[in-house]
């Protein structure tokens, strides 16, 4: 059984964000050996290239989570592509790494409009939703809820399963020793998005996950 652990990197609009986070993350799939995908949003890799560097070299998959992280659906085709491209450009110079073909939009509300996928598959791009949403942005969630709520989501949702957290809440790095161990107990490969068969084409590439999930990130959510 395959699974992907994706990581959104992006600016939150919330107070309890401590700056360490990410770099915990990091230092916990070091430690396990696990390689995960990341979405990285352009503006935070200008404002984290250490952090973005870093990702890269620890062999992680990068993708690209718009620049700006506004709703695409709101761009007009100019306005997308230039935020699209923009994305890329920062990526690309801090990184070294093309994040082409992932890309997830903010809040993952364009996974079923016709005229965002088509602008991001013209400029290279698959959007990619997921299939297990953990809400560790919700400060009264524990590590514990979490955790249970990541392998639960799996374990129900098979083989290529795609979890969706983020890199800003303090519990993620608490409860992902614990999502590792038992995914990796319970028989999963944890993979990058590159191994996962499922997103060959690009309908595949819009998880069932990916648009009525995502609202319930609440208005406080970037």
Known sequence: MKVALTFDAEHPDRPHCPPWVAGRILAVL???EV???FF???????AY???????ALDGHRIGSHSFYHVRMGL???DGLTADVLRAAEVIGTVTGMDPRPWFRCPWGDCAHDPRVLKALEMLGYLHVGWDVELDEW????T???IEDAAVNGVLASGDGAIVLLHTWPASVPAAL???????????????????????????AAVTTGGTGTAERKGPGHR
């Not at 919700?138 to 969630?141: G, K, N, P, S």
């Not at 020793?177 to 996962?196: E, K, N």
């Open 177 to 203: 020793p614990g999502i590792i161990d038992r995914l990796q107990a319970a028989g999963a490969d944890l993979v990058t998005l590159d191994d996962l068969s499922r997103l060959a084409g690009p309908a």
């Open 35 to 37: 390689r995960a995908s």
């Open 49 to 55: 290239p250490h952090l973005a560097r870093d990702i």
């Open 30 to 32: 070091r430690r396990s």
């Open 143 to 145: 590590p514990g809820e």
């Open 138 to 141: 919700d400060v009264a969630r």
């Open 75 to 77: 761009l007009s085709d």
């Open 40 to 46: 990285l949003q352009g503006r935070w890799v200008e």
